[in-house]
C-alpha cells in the first residue's frame, strides 16, 4: 500500500470521526444535531492542535473560536442591548421597548462550564426571549475560571442579582417580578444564588423574595460522577457535546483552578469513608431517578472505590452547596421559588437535572420538569440549535412559563 493511499485512509477516517456521530432512535433531526457536534469537534480538534504547536492554551484559543463564532440575534429594534456595571460586576442589559415590555425581570447566568462564554456569547438566545416575552434581562459577565476560580463567579452573581433588586424602579422592573435562570454551569450558579437569597440565616430581609428560578440542563453535582447519565453519555461519540473528562475539567478548574488529580475524580475517588456514610451522599440518590434509569450504575454509596487523600479544604468544596448545589438541606429547599427545570435525555447532567426536580417537589416546591427525551446538552442556547424543532418548542415553552409565573 502506497503512503499516498495510508494518508487518503488517515484523512477519511478523520473525517469520517469528524462528521459522523451515531445518534439514537428516535432522535430528533439527527444529521442538524450531527452537524453542531461536528462544529464541536472541529474546533476542539484545532484548540488541541494548537496547544500542541505551543500557539496558546487550549482554553484560550477556544475561547477565541467562541468569540469569532458569536452570533447577534436580530433585534428588529424591538430589543435595546446596553452594557452597564452592577456592583462592580459587568452585566448586558436586554431592554425591551414597544408596546410589548413588561414590568418582569430576569437575571440569566450563562454556561460555558464556567470557563467559557460571556454574555455576548448568548446575544441570539437573549434576544429571542426578550422578543418573545417583553421581559427585561440582566445578563452577567461573571469571571471565569481557572484564572478565577470559586467563588469568583458566585460572588459576581450574587451581587448583580441583589443590584437589580436594590434598583429595580430604575430599569421599570417591579423588584417582587424578578426571577433568575441559567443554563449548565449557569444553571449551577442560578440555584446556588436561589440559595443564598432565600436562607434564612443568609436572606437580605430587605429585599423582596426571588420570584421563580429556571434551570437549563444544569450540571449541580460533583460528588458523583458515576451516575447513569454519565456512564451513558459521557464517552466520547455519545451525542452529547460533552465527555465526562470535560464535564470534570470543568468542576476541577471551577473548583481549585488546576486539574490535579483529574483521572481520579473521574472514578469517585475524592469521595471519602467519611462522606459516603454523610448525609451528602442521600442527597445525589439514584432513587430519585426515574425508572427506567436505575440499575445502570451502583449508588455512590455502594462503590467499592478508596477515597483518595485530600486537603479538607477541597473536600469542603465538593460538599458546599453554593459550589454543588445539591448539596443543600431539605430544610433550605423548602424555601426555594417556583422552579422550571429543563433537562435533555442525551445529556451528561440529565440525572442532575433529575435529582432537583425530585428533591424540590419532595419538600413542597412547585415545580415543573420538562424532559426533552430527543436531543443533547446546548439544544436550548446553541446556535447551531436554532433551526431544530425541538428547540423552537422549547424556546417557547420557556418562555411563555417566564410570561405567566413571573
Avoid at 50 to 68: H, M, P, V
Avoid at 76 to 98: A, C, M, N, W
Avoid at 120 to 143: M, P
Wanted: charged share 20%.
Amino acid at each position: 500500500m502506497s503512503r499516498m493511499s495510508v494518508l487518503i485512509g488517515i484523512v477519511l477516517t478523520f473525517c469520517g470521526y469528524i462528521l459522523y456521530t451515531p445518534m439514537p432512535d428516535g432522535a430528533t433531526e439527527p444529521w442538524k444535531q450531527r452537524t453542531v457536534l461536528a462544529g464541536n469537534k472541529i474546533f476542539s480538534t484545532l484548540a488541541s492542535l494548537g496547544q500542541f504547536f505551543g500557539y496558546d492554551s487550549k482554553i484560550n484559543i477556544t475561547r477565541a473560536f467562541i468569540e469569532l463564532g458569536t452570533v447577534t440575534g436580530d433585534s428588529e429594534h424591538v430589543v435595546e442591548i446596553q452594557d452597564s456595571v452592577f456592583h462592580g460586576v459587568r452585566v448586558r442589559l436586554y431592554k425591551p421597548t414597544g408596546s410589548k415590555r413588561s414590568s418582569q425581570g430576569l437575571v440569566f447566568f450563562h454556561g460555558g462550564g464556567w470557563v467559557y462564554m460571556r454574555p455576548e456569547s448568548y446575544d441570539e438566545f437573549t434576544i429571542d426571549v426578550v422578543k418573545q416575552t417583553g421581559i427585561f434581562v440582566v445578563s452577567v459577565d461573571y469571571r471565569l475560571a481557572p484564572e478565577n476560580p470559586y467563588p469568583a463567579a458566585f460572588d459576581d452573581c450574587v451581587a448583580a442579582t441583589e443590584y437589580l433588586m436594590e434598583n429595580a424602579q430604575e430599569f421599570g422592573v417591579d423588584a417582587s417580578r424578578i426571577g433568575i435562570a441559567g443554563d449548565s454551569a449557569g444553571g449551577n450558579i442560578a440555584m446556588a444564588v436561589a440559595l443564598k437569597l432565600t436562607k434564612k440565616s443568609e436572606m437580605r430581609l430587605d429585599l423582596p423574595k426571588i420570584r421563580l428560578l429556571g434551570l437549563i440542563y444544569p450540571g449541580l453535582q460533583a460528588l458523583d460522577f458515576r451516575t447513569p447519565s454519565y456512564m451513558q453519555y459521557g464517552i466520547e461519540g455519545s451525542p452529547c457535546a460533552l465527555s465526562k473528562t470535560t464535564i470534570v475539567s470543568f468542576w476541577l478548574w471551577y473548583a481549585q483552578g488546576d486539574l490535579r488529580n483529574l483521572h481520579d475524580f473521574e472514578e469517585n475517588r475524592h469521595v471519602t469513608s467519611a462522606i459516603k456514610s454523610s448525609v451528602f451522599t442521600s442527597y445525589v440518590s439514584h432513587s430519585f431517578l426515574p425508572e427506567q434509569y436505575r440499575g445502570i450504575t451502583d449508588e455512590l454509596s455502594k462503590q467499592e472505590i478508596t477515597g483518595m487523600p485530600l486537603p479538607d479544604r477541597t473536600i469542603d468544596r465538593f460538599i458546599d452547596p453554593y459550589f454543588a448545589p445539591l448539596m443543600a438541606s431539605d430544610v433550605d429547599l423548602k424555601q426555594f421559588p417556583q422552579t422550571y427545570i429543563m433537562t435533555a435525555e442525551y445529556d451528561i447532567f440529565r440525572d442532575d437535572g433529575h435529582m432537583a426536580a425530585k428533591r424540590l417537589e419532595n419538600n413542597g416546591v412547585e415545580v415543573v420538569h420538562s424532559h426533552w427525551p430527543s436531543v443533547g446538552h446546548g439544544f436550548l442556547v446553541q446556535y447551531g440549535f436554532v433551526n431544530l424543532e425541538s428547540t423552537k418548542a422549547a424556546r417557547l415553552e420557556f418562555s411563555e412559563y417566564l410570561k405567566k409565573k413571573l
